[in-house]
């Protein structure tokens, strides 16, 4: 496959609007709605909190994650450099961007590998859902994993963005039952995720009809895709059909809710909108697996690894301090009782 330069101006492009333009969603996470219930006696010593769990047979330092992001430009590839180094130092898990370009051109596969800055992180490999409907398949999913010696191979959702993209690939027909077919050939994890329009009932069910092995939910509240593409638009009532879109989707929150409501043992990341280490443990009391955050962390590895590490820490003493405060010791404790509602 020859090299695409419109993918490498795209994706040079999100990394500059998301740094320097104001993204947010019209909508809030939801996880507003909620308190964790503070704790006057914990009964617990602060260095007794547990971050700790095992997700797809690998031991993981805390419930955190940052959330696919970038690669594929020289700026990507420092960024992800310093994710990559800070990840490992702190003990986050990891998702890069999507792969696509690197697969089309294999130049641009070291802007990805990241796997000796950080040989110990849970990481995963990130490819568009939608291109089975474009050539792609079980050989372009391998090539991803092995590119970046992945954990687990993320499968992203993304079809508001891809309908607003003058580029975009539309062909959404029929994914679920090739979803599927990737689940059972490839020997890692599948995870699907979405972009940061979150997750239904009904998707989350066809998903998991398709075998995969976690859910990102990815819900409104964070950056809105719609309103980066937006920035990118040069044609003005192109411009103003992305605006339209600034309070769509599902929020953080529900997404949760609408996962767990069709499984409860399903690995399930939340993301979309969060903040702080105050809200990934509300997510975890609502059900989630991990926390994953990526706007916060990519200013500040864009600014240094000694900055995204600072970022991290500062996250996880958040968790730890929180789940301290509401009197739970351990990942498995944080329960929905732990929450209550402003509602």
């Not at 950080?118 to 089975?132: K, S």
């Not at 029929?174 to 990737?182: H, P, S, Y």
């Not at 043992?265 to 443990?281: M, R, W, Y």
Request: charged share 20%.
């Amino acid at each position: 496959m020859k090299k695409d330069t419109q993918i490498d101006n795209r994706k040079s492009e999100h990394i500059r609007i998301n740094l320097e333009e104001d993204v947010q969603s019209g909508l809030t996470t939801g996880l507003e709605h909620y308190s964790l219930i503070h704790q006057a006696l914990p009964e617990l010593n602060l260095a007794e909190v547990d971050l700790s769990q095992i997700l797809f047979g690998k031991q993981q330092k805390v419930p955190v994650l940052i959330s696919s992001m970038t690669g594929g430009t020289e700026s990507a590839a420092r960024i992800n450099q310093n994710l990559a180094r800070a990840a490992q130092e702190v003990g986050l898990a990891m998702g890069v961007g999507s792969q696509r370009a690197a697969i089309q051109d294999p130049e641009l596969a070291p802007t990805f590998q990241i796997r000796k800055f950080a040989p110990d992180i849970l990481l995963f490999a990130n490819l568009g859902a939608v291109q089975f409907n474009y050539g792609y398949g079980l050989e372009e999913c391998r090539r991803a994993v092995d590119m970046i010696e992945a954990d687990a191979l993320i499968l992203h959702l993304n079809p508001l963005q891809e309908a607003l993209q003058p580029e975009g690939d539309h062909e959404f027909s029929n994914l679920a039952e090739k979803i599927g077919a990737i689940t059972r050939k490839l020997t890692l994890p599948v995870i699907v995720k979405e972009v940061g329009w979150g997750i239904s009932k009904e998707a989350a069910r066809r998903l998991i009809e398709a075998g995969v092995a976690a859910i990102d939910v990815a819900g409104a509240g964070g950056t809105s895709w719609s309103q980066v593409e937006m920035h990118r638009i040069k044609d003005p009532y192109r411009a103003q059909t992305a605006a339209a879109f600034i309070d769509w989707g599902i929020p953080t929150a529900q997404s949760i809710l609408n996962v767990r409501g069709e499984s409860e043992t399903l690995p399930l990341f939340a993301s979309g909108g969060l903040k702080n280490g105050i809200e990934i443990v509300k997510c975890l009391a609502l059900g989630a697996n991990l926390g994953g955050m990526a706007g916060l962390f990519l200013k500040a590895a864009n600014d240094s690894e000694e900055a995204a590490i600072q970022t991290m820490r500062m996250i996880v003493d958040q968790v730890r301090i929180a789940m301290f405060a509401a009197g739970a010791k351990s990942l498995s404790d944080l329960i929905s009782s732990k929450l209550s509602s402003k509602e």
